[in-house]
């Protein structure tokens, strides 16, 4: 099973997150951010990915660190959890739509760490959340994730649906990317011979 524990411990924060890439889409989230968790079982469920995560952060201050943690954590577990990479089919994309809202999401298990995020909210909150921290998870994840990865909220009129879009697109993209392609087995989806 691809699967990985990996838990990170600050001043700020401590974060334990569990996953199995090759679960059912289940979900068991306690992080004191319900929006945040909201997301994370767009996720685990597109994704089919079973995702355990407790998080306990400075929410006093506000939810920066506890967001981006959060991020980075996710990030190794699945990097932990991948493996060689042998066999992947490495690539993934999907485009999701949410009634006016539509969003591309492309990424690549590539090795290498990097961000492109072309969203412009139409509002700063999503009720007690501000979106801003949606970059700040997505980069705290590629760093430790190391893997490329392009998101574009291509419409929409309301910041919820816009951020589901997202999460719902990547998801998808990270399902497909993840998957073991039979005509691969046991080869590195590169040319370079290493990933």
């Known amino acids: ?46 994704g089919l990915i079973d995702l355990d995560i407790d998080a306990k952060g400075d929410l006093h201050i506000d939810a920066h660190h506890t967001v981006e943690d959060i991020g980075i954590t996710l990030g190794q577990a699945l ?10 089919r490495r690539y993934g994309h999907a485009y999701v739509p949410l009634d006016e809202a539509l969003s591309r999401v492309v990424l690549d298990i590539s090795g290498r760490p990097g961000l492109v ?14 979106v801003d921290l949606i970059r700040e998870f997505f980069q705290g994840f590629v760093n430790h994730a190391l893997v490329t990865l392009h998101i574009d909220n291509l419409a929409g009129d309301n910041a919820h649906h816009q951020a ?3 999460f719902k697109a990547f998801g998808r993209a990270l399902r497909i990317a993840l998957e073991i392609d039979p005509r691969m087995a046991g080869v590195m989806p590169s040319t370079k011979g290493t990933l």
Do not use: C, Y
């Not at 691809?2 to 068991?28: F, H, P, Q």
């Not at 990097?79 to 066999?87: E, L, M, P």
């Open 164 to 166: 589901e879009t997202i």
């Open 79 to 88: 990097n932990q959890a991948i493996g060689d990479k042998k066999g992947l």
């Open 1 to 46: 099973m691809r699967s990985a524990k990996v838990s990170r411990n600050t001043l700020e924060t401590k974060i334990a997150v569990e996953l199995n890439l090759d679960g059912a889409g289940k979900v068991k989230l306690d992080t004191g951010l319900p929006f945040l968790e909201h997301m994370l079982d767009q996720i685990a469920r597109h």
């Open 117 to 130: 995020f072309n969203v412009d909210f139409v509002r700063s909150n999503i009720g007690e959340f501000e």
